[in-house]
């Protein structure tokens, strides 16, 4: 066996943010997401419950705040289609529990599950297709595996390099070698090799029994995604509404996975938000649409401020396709460097390209025609989807690990560089001092901000502690209520991630404000 000393966690978490190598501790931001209020663990007064979290007073905020933008590109404004003319998209918000014969018909209950490999030392369950097997070239029988995303699988990637080794996941080991060869595996906690069983499958939707009677006849399931209620209402939109193809469906709305191991703060959680939009079009027309929204997407992500350098895209292999998308049209996923993904990504969104499969399947299932009839060209078919399905939880976390910059020079140690349509608060107007005569200056400009913008009245302790809490919470503007504004009627305004300091008039903050929060385009 190899023992791996002296590699310490800073070394493998190297994060390349704005053209700087910076060492980011995840560890800091979710500190820093308790202590200000952003995410808090869920039951945490009872030690929490593994895989749930709630969203405190800024996270909801920071979280609405993305929701809202993702409804406005899709169904308030949607863009602009391949003839150059805004594209129709409505809203929907489907139940989170329906009739259990829709996720037979869907595949979830037939197909929804990971290959889980449990460890018999350890007692430990991970997911075949995560654990990272390092097979040294030398092959002189080290083989250790490690889950992925942890502290340990990034210093041993680092060490295998250094090996020249190859990486592989059990998933691909089980077919590429013989099962003796587990054997040789070391488990991510394990003393020694081969404790590891052979994968399983896991199915991953939480149950539940509405009514009175617990018996499998009641069994019901809680939605692991939003996409299917808008399958599940295709013929009630084209029937109430006046959509035409190609036209889209979006809803946002919580979804629930029994995950094996929920982990990397909120990444990978068992209650999370999606936010999904079923695009129907035309068989023919389906591949065109598919590049179309790969690259609508993909701006959006950037739009919501993701820089370039941490967002890839990248084509499914034919290994990971979903189980509706065996004919291989495939998927794309937007990707994210997370942190704990570094010098690897993450998935935020998927945007694949899913045939005829659901609407046929439920089709076939429910005894319903799920046809669209075209009346122009007098035929009936079934639509094809392409569809963007993103998560709103963990968009939100890469926002978070976006912003999240350290600057030694200011007394927080680091501030949250959000796009100011995104911050949860847009400016904090603090009173200089408590004292009487700057209090109702700050009171009667808060009371006229309030009414357009999220904002803050901070009156109490020093102003340094002040603005650390804004520039930690990321608010893009402070105004200050000086001796000054008594005589000349001007307040300071301090720039978050410049820090300079302007003097405006006070009858200009809230048009100074709007110029500054523009919606994002
Ligand atoms: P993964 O491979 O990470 O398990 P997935 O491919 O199963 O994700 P989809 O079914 O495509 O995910 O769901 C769409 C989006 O929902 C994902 O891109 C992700 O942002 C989000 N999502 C999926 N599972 C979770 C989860 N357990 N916790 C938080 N967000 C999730």
Same mark, same amino acid.
């Given at each position: @066996?190899?023992?791996?000393?002296?590699?310490?966690?800073?070394?493998?978490?190297?994060?390349?943010?704005?053209?700087? $190598?910076? @060492?980011?501790? @995840?560890?800091?931001?979710?500190?820093?997401?308790?202590?200000?209020?952003? !995410?808090?663990?869920? #039951?945490? !007064?009872?030690?929490?419950?593994?895989?749930?979290?709630?969203?405190?007073?800024?996270?909801?905020? *920071?979280?609405?705040? =993305?929701?809202?933008?993702?409804?406005?590109? @899709? +169904?308030?404004?949607?863009?602009?289609?391949?003839?150059?003319?805004?594209?129709?998209?409505?809203?929907?918000?489907?139940?989170?529990?329906?009739?259990?014969?829709?996720?037979?018909? #869907?595949?979830? +209950?037939?197909?929804?599950?990971?290959?889980?490999?449990?460890?018999?030392?350890?007692?430990?369950?991970?997911?075949?297709?995560?654990?990272?097997?390092?097979?040294?070239?030398?092959?002189?029988?080290?083989?250790?595996?490690?889950?992925?995303?942890?502290?340990?699988?990034?210093?041993?990637?680092?060490?295998?390099?250094?090996?020249?080794?190859?990486?592989?996941?059990?998933?691909?080991?089980?077919?590429?070698?013989?099962?003796?060869?587990?054997?040789?595996? !070391?488990?991510?906690?394990?003393?020694?090799?081969?404790?590891?069983?052979?994968?399983?499958?896991?199915?991953?939707?939480?149950?539940?029994?509405?009514?009175?009677?617990?018996?499998?006849?009641?069994?019901?399931?809680?939605?692991?995604?939003?996409?299917?209620?808008?399958?599940?209402?295709?013929?009630?939109?084209?029937?109430? #509404? %006046?959509? %035409?193809?190609?036209?889209?469906?979006?809803?946002?709305?919580?979804?629930?996975?029994?995950?094996?191991?929920?982990?990397?703060? !909120?990444? &990978?959680?068992?209650?999370?938000?999606?936010?999904?939009?079923?695009?129907?079009?035309?068989?023919?027309?389906?591949?065109?649409?598919?590049?179309?929204?790969?690259?609508?997407?993909?701006?959006?992500?950037?739009?919501?401020?993701?820089?370039?350098?941490?967002?890839?895209?990248?084509?499914?292999?034919?290994?990971?396709?979903?189980?509706?998308?065996?004919?291989?049209?495939?998927?794309?996923?937007?990707?994210?460097?997370?942190?704990?993904?570094?010098?690897?990504?993450?998935?935020?969104?998927?945007?694949?390209?899913?045939?005829?499969?659901?609407?046929?399947?439920?089709? $076939?299932?429910?005894?319903?025609?799920? $046809?669209?009839?075209?009346? /122009?060209?007098?035929?009936?078919?079934?639509?094809?989807?392409?569809? /963007?399905?993103?998560?709103?939880?963990?968009?939100?976390?890469?926002?978070?690990?976006?912003?999240?910059?350290?600057?030694?020079? &200011?007394?927080?140690?680091?501030?949250?560089?959000?796009?100011?349509?995104?911050? /949860?608060?847009?400016?904090?107007? *603090?009173? *200089?001092?408590?004292?009487?005569?700057?209090?109702?200056?700050?009171?009667?400009?808060?009371?006229?901000?309030?009414?357009?913008? /999220?904002?803050? *009245?901070?009156?109490?302790?020093?102003?340094?502690? &002040?603005?650390?809490?804004?520039?930690?919470?990321?608010?893009?503007?402070?105004?200050?209520?000086?001796?000054?504004?008594?005589?000349?009627?001007?307040?300071? +305004?301090?720039?978050?991630?410049?820090?300079?300091?302007? %003097?405006?008039?006070?009858?200009?903050?809230?048009?100074? =404000? %709007?110029?500054?929060?523009?919606?994002? #385009?």
């Amino acid at each position: @066996m190899l023992v791996l000393k002296g590699v310490g966690l800073h070394d493998e978490c190297a994060f390349y943010m704005r053209g700087k $190598e910076i @060492m980011i501790d @995840m560890k800091d931001i979710v500190a820093l997401c308790k202590r200000r209020g952003f !995410i808090f663990a869920a #039951s945490d !007064i009872y030690g929490g419950l593994n895989g749930f979290w709630d969203f405190g007073p800024l996270g909801v905020e *920071l979280k609405n705040n =993305l929701r809202d933008q993702w409804w406005k590109s @899709m +169904v308030i404004t949607p863009p602009l289609g391949l003839d150059g003319k805004p594209v129709q998209i409505v809203g929907l918000d489907s139940a989170i529990i329906q009739n259990p014969k829709a996720w037979i018909a #869907s595949g979830h +209950v037939g197909g929804f599950s990971d290959p889980m490999v449990d460890c018999r030392e350890t007692k430990k369950r991970y997911r075949a297709d995560q654990i990272i097997v390092l097979v040294p070239k030398d092959t002189e029988g080290s083989w250790l595996a490690f889950e992925e995303g942890t502290d340990e699988l990034l210093k041993r990637k680092k060490m295998v390099k250094f090996w020249g080794s190859n990486i592989l996941n059990t998933a691909t080991l089980l077919t590429k070698f013989d099962i003796s060869d587990y054997d040789k595996i !070391i488990a991510p906690d394990a003393k020694k090799a081969g404790t590891l069983t052979e994968p399983r499958q896991f199915n991953l939707m939480l149950d539940t029994y509405p009514g009175v009677v617990r018996d499998d006849a009641h069994k019901a399931y809680l939605r692991p995604e939003t996409a299917q209620g808008i399958f599940l209402n295709f013929k009630n939109v084209v029937d109430s #509404s %006046r959509v %035409r193809i190609p036209f889209g469906i979006a809803q946002i709305g919580k979804a629930f996975r029994n995950e094996v191991t929920p982990r990397n703060f !909120i990444f &990978r959680s068992r209650e999370f938000e999606q936010m999904e939009m079923e695009w129907f079009c035309e068989p023919d027309e389906a591949k065109k649409w598919h590049e179309f929204w790969i690259e609508e997407r993909k701006n959006w992500w950037r739009s919501m401020g993701l820089t370039s350098d941490n967002i890839l895209m990248r084509p499914h292999d034919a290994d990971e396709l979903a189980h509706y998308a065996k004919e291989g049209l495939g998927t794309y996923d937007v990707e994210y460097k997370f942190p704990f993904t570094d010098p690897g990504f993450g998935e935020l969104e998927g945007i694949a390209h899913r045939c005829d499969f659901d609407l046929k399947a439920h089709q $076939e299932h429910s005894g319903q025609k799920l $046809e669209y009839f075209d009346q /122009p060209n007098n035929k009936r078919f079934i639509p094809h989807v392409i569809e /963007p399905a993103a998560g709103l939880t963990r968009g939100v976390l890469a926002l978070i690990c976006e912003a999240y910059t350290i600057d030694e020079t &200011r007394p927080s140690g680091c501030y949250l560089n959000f796009l100011p349509a995104l911050a /949860p608060k847009k400016a904090a107007i *603090l009173p *200089l001092t408590a004292k009487d005569e700057h209090v109702p200056i700050a009171q009667k400009l808060y009371m006229e901000l309030r009414e357009e913008f /999220p904002v803050d *009245l901070d009156i109490k302790q020093n102003i340094g502690k &002040r603005y650390a809490r804004q520039d930690e919470i990321g608010t893009p503007y402070c105004f200050t209520i000086d001796n000054d504004t008594l005589s000349d009627s001007t307040v300071t +305004v301090r720039d978050r991630n410049t820090m300079k300091q302007e %003097r405006i008039n006070l009858d200009n903050v809230a048009k100074y =404000l %709007r110029e500054k929060i523009k919606p994002v #385009s």
